[in-house]
């Protein structure tokens, strides 16, 4: 809370994270449902996505960037 | 500022948006000046709300109220108040007895040492819990829910489901809508409700509310037709986003004004615009709102919205 309160460089708006926070679940969903990933590991993902979504985002934009490298 | 039209005396009130129609001695001015004023103030609360940009000071009272209404430990209980006195007596020992048998402590001096005690106990009891709370945030069996949801929602696709048994699946799904807000709120669940509230026609110029979680007995199939103070419609006309409604009482009358004519009880709101899967536009918005202010403040509507995710695609597959 402090930590959030203090940064003072660009903040992401909160709408505009919740929708990535939304879009990445629903990818992790539907990854499970199509039979790519077990319950386990979608479970994991999403523990890490609600734990600290702000890295998660930047996890996954960069295994995007380093996909389309 | 403009003169009355009836008498040309310069108003002391700054004009906003509506002219003055007449200048009377029984207060019609000040009615219409106050009439301008809340639709001011939701309008200025309003375009604040859309461009997420507060300030640092309004993060802190944000922040503040949060906490003010997040931890019942604030809110005074008699069962608390042994441990506060057994707290405030264990800081003031120290410095009383060393006042009362030592010359040299001075008053003051006993005084400092108390309030610093204190402030270091607070301290220490707030930490202390602070590996529970976030342990508690994220349970295993929620996450295990979330998963085989999902699975199960898959085995119901909206072709599967007969036209007469849509509207129940909506209501169940928002009813467990609050379940979920109410896991990761630590509020009762009794102070939660959830509705759909979808567009009624392609103009878009009025919206109805057609389903509410199962079991609530607020007022169905109304039709809306002021959209100018619905914040759902606001939110639905700046993009598909997730938005969070810290508190209604911002925005002022119109803000509590509520679009089904009943009585709002309800103060903070997470609003999720659903995007209908047939039209592939965004159909109307799932409201979750709260009767708690700050309900939604910080990780609770990133947890929210992970959470909602399957029976907001529910929802869109029966729409």
């Not at chain 2, 040299?104 to 607070?122: N, P, Q, R, S, T």
């Not at chain 2, 896991?183 to 759909?196: D, H, M, N, P, R």
Request: hydrophobic content about 40%.
């Amino acid at each position: 809370m402090v930590k959030s309160l203090l940064y003072r460089g660009p903040r992401m708006k909160q709408s505009q994270k919740l929708m990535l926070i939304s879009r990445e679940a629903s990818k992790i969903r539907k990854l499970h449902e199509a039979g790519e990933i077990s319950a386990q590991e979608a479970s994991r993902r999403l523990v890490e996505l609600r734990a600290d979504p702000e890295a998660f985002l930047e996890v996954t934009a960069n295994q995007v960037e380093h996909t389309a490298a | 500022m403009r003169g009355c039209t009836s008498c040309a005396v310069r108003c002391r009130y700054k004009h906003r948006g509506i002219q003055l129609v007449q200048h009377t001695p029984f207060g019609k001015e000040i009615l219409i000046l106050m009439v301008n004023g809340a639709k001011d103030r939701f309008e200025k609360q309003k375009a604040r709300w859309l461009a997420e940009e507060p300030s640092f000071i309004n993060r802190c009272w944000d922040a503040l109220c949060f906490y003010r209404y997040a931890f019942p430990w604030v809110q005074f209980s008699w069962y608390k108040l042994p441990y506060v006195l057994a707290q405030l007596g264990l800081a003031a020992s120290g410095p009383a007895i060393a006042y009362h048998t030592a010359d040299k402590l001075e008053k003051w001096h006993a005084i400092y040492i108390f309030l610093g005690v204190l402030v270091v106990l607070v301290l220490a009891a707030f930490l202390s819990g602070t590996p529970e709370r976030r342990a508690g945030r994220i349970s295993k069996p929620i996450q295990t829910i979330w998963v085989r949801f999902g699975n199960l929602l898959n085995t119901v696709k909206s072709g599967a489901t007969p036209s007469a048994q849509k509207n129940p699946s909506i209501e169940f799904t928002l009813a467990l809508a609050t379940s979920l807000a109410a896991q990761v709120t630590g509020i009762k669940q009794s102070e939660f409700a959830a509705s759909l509230v979808l567009y009624d026609g392609d103009e878009r110029v009025r919206m109805k509310i057609d389903h509410r979680d199962r079991g609530s007995d607020r007022p169905i199939g109304r039709q809306i037709n002021d959209l100018e103070t619905v914040l759902g419609h606001h939110a639905c006309q700046s993009g598909a986003a997730p938005r969070v409604v810290a508190d209604v009482k911002r925005f002022g009358k119109y803000g509590l004004k509520s679009p089904t004519q009943s009585r709002p009880n309800y103060r903070s709101i997470f609003l999720h615009p659903v995007t209908s899967v047939q039209k592939g536009s965004v159909a109307g918005f799932m409201s979750v709102d709260c009767t708690v202010p700050h309900a939604f403040h910080g990780h609770r509507a990133d947890d929210l919205a992970a959470l909602l995710e399957p029976l907001k695609a529910h929802i869109e597959e029966m729409i």
